[in-house]
């Protein structure tokens, strides 16, 4: 079955970039998207087709897919910015998540 | 805007079948694709399975055994059945919409409800 994997962790300090990466076999050769989930609450789509973004989501975030990795990159990060962060891809008709990265901003 | 509302039993016993609804509102489950989704306290999601009006629904082959997503036009409503359960099933049930574009990889969850915690405990 298709894996993606994801860092389980990743911090940055506030106002700098931080990327989170989601790896998979051939990942370029499929659209990626990306969701942020806060404490308590349900996921929310940031970015889609590897690199748009929904109505709504700061321009701070954007994503890139190439090779066997895609990556969600937020610049200029806020405290606001502190989740969780899930890719998502589908192989064929399957869905599959990344285990998920949780988001520091220290 | 389309909103979805997840209902059904919060305490389930084990081996027992968990069933769940999805009411959607703002949209038509005739269009686009409508899916079930979970995630297990403090860990990741995992989808369950989603379905296309009038296509038999796909799911996860890991409970494929398992589970039946059904669809209530009349009502714009979609429900969950899990057969069997464990502890392994307590989780957060969420259901969600997609969109994108039919039989390619461009596609996605662009509206989520609130998710509902279902307990697997006697």
């Known amino acids: 079955s298709y894996e993606l994997t994801q860092p389980p962790s990743v911090s940055v300090s506030p106002g700098q970039t931080v990327k989170i990466t989601c790896s998979g076999d051939?990942?370029?050769?499929?659209?990626v998207c990306w969701y942020q989930q806060k404490p308590g609450q349900s996921p929310v789509l940031v970015i889609y087709?590897?690199?748009m973004r929904p109505s709504g989501i700061p321009e701070r975030f954007s994503g890139s897919n190439s090779g066997d990795t895609a990556t969600l990159t937020i610049s200029g990060t806020q405290a606001v910015d502190e989740a969780d962060y899930f890719c998502?891809?589908?192989?064929?008709?399957?869905?599959?998540f990344g285990g998920g990265t949780k988001l520091s901003v220290l | 805007q389309v909103e979805l509302l997840e209902s059904g039993p919060g305490l389930v016993k084990p081996s027992e079948t968990l069933s769940l609804t999805c009411t959607v509102s703002g949209d038509s489950i005739r269009s686009d694709y409508w899916t079930w989704i979970r995630q297990p306290p403090g860990k990741g999601l995992e989808w369950i399975g989603y379905f296309y009006y009038s296509v038999s629904p796909i799911y996860n082959p890991s409970l494929k055994s398992r589970v039946t997503i059904s669809v209530d036009t009349s009502k714009n409503q979609f429900s969950l059945k899990l057969t069997s359960v464990t502890a392994a099933d307590t989780a957060v049930y969420y259901c969600a919409r997609g969109q994108g574009i039919v039989a390619t990889t461009n596609r996605y969850f662009d509206s989520w409800g609130q998710g509902t915690l279902v307990t697997v405990s006697s």
């Open positions: 087709q590897d690199n």
């Open positions: 051939k990942l370029g050769d499929k659209y």
């Open positions: 998502q891809a589908w192989d064929s008709t399957i869905v599959v």
